[in-house]
T-cell receptor
Framework: GENVEQHPSTLSVQEGDSAVIKCTYS??????FPWYKQELGKRPQLIID?????GEKKDQRIAVTLNKTAKHFSLHITETQPEDSAVYFC??????????????FGKGTKLSVKP | DSGVTQTPKHLITATGQRVTLRCSPR?????VYWYQQSLDQGLQFLIQ???????AKGNILERFSAQQFPDLHSELNLSSLELGDSALYFC??????????FGPGTRLTVL
């Protein structure tokens, strides 16, 4: 089955700096890789995702890169702000047709942005 | 607001008891997923339903069961509760793609 490893477990940056979180996955058949942001006590919220036919995707200050050969993908946050402080989860899924697969999550990265 | 609703928001009960958590997916979504998140832990996949049928099982205990009804809402039943079952329980739904949208969760406390 799929296994997702996420690093680092905690990350502290100064406001305005960049933050990078990395994940590796084991199942080469996985083809969808979402990133979720979870604030304390709240629901995980999808912030960006990438499919296996794309190498990079950007959305304002957030970008995700995917290296299928190495089976790893990364989240990049530029110009970090205090409101970016949260736990970030990566996930991988093998999605086929209408039933989808189930998401396998990394263990999360607690990002702290210091003003 | 993701469009996924869960009730109740909080649930406090005693060991040995049985509870039912309810989830209503986003309008049009056929798939419902249940996840457990213990304190300072990641999200553990429990079970998936698609249009009323069980599609995938994760680390779900035998004391736990779920179902999806014809109107597509889903219920997660937890029985013979133990202290270690205290956690946030999330459901998520998806349409036909891969994106899963999470509900606000039910915080279960077992005393």
């Amino acid at each position: 089955g799929e296994n997702v490893e996420q690093h680092p477990s905690t990350l502290s940056v100064q406001e305005g700096d960049s933050a990078v979180i990395k994940c590796t996955y084991s199942d080469s058949a996985s083809n969808y890789f979402p990133w979720y942001k979870q604030e304390l006590g709240k629901r995980p919220q999808l912030i960006i995702d990438i499919r296996s036919n794309v190498g990079e995707k950007k959305d304002q200050r957030i970008a995700v890169t995917l290296n299928k050969t190495a089976k790893h993908f990364s989240l990049h946050i530029t110009e970090t702000q205090p409101e970016d402080s949260a736990v970030y989860f990566c996930a991988a899924i093998y999605a086929v047709g209408g039933s989808q697969g189930n998401l396998i999550f990394g263990k999360g990265t607690k990002l702290s942005v210091k003003p | 607001d993701s469009g996924v609703t869960q009730t109740p928001k909080h649930l406090i009960t005693a060991t040995g008891q049985r509870v039912t958590l309810r989830c209503s997916p986003r309008s049009g979504d056929l798939s419902v997923y249940w996840y457990q998140q213990s304190l300072d832990q990641g999200l553990q996949f429990l079970i998936q339903y698609y249009n009323g049928e069980e599609r995938a099982k994760g680390n779900i205990l035998e004391r736990f069961s779920a179902q999806q009804f014809p109107d597509l809402h889903s219920e997660l039943n937890l029985s013979s509760l133990e202290l270690g079952d205290s956690a946030l329980y999330f459901c998520a739904s998806s349409e036909g793609g891969s994106e899963q949208f999470f509900g606000p969760g039910t915080r279960l406390t077992v005393l």
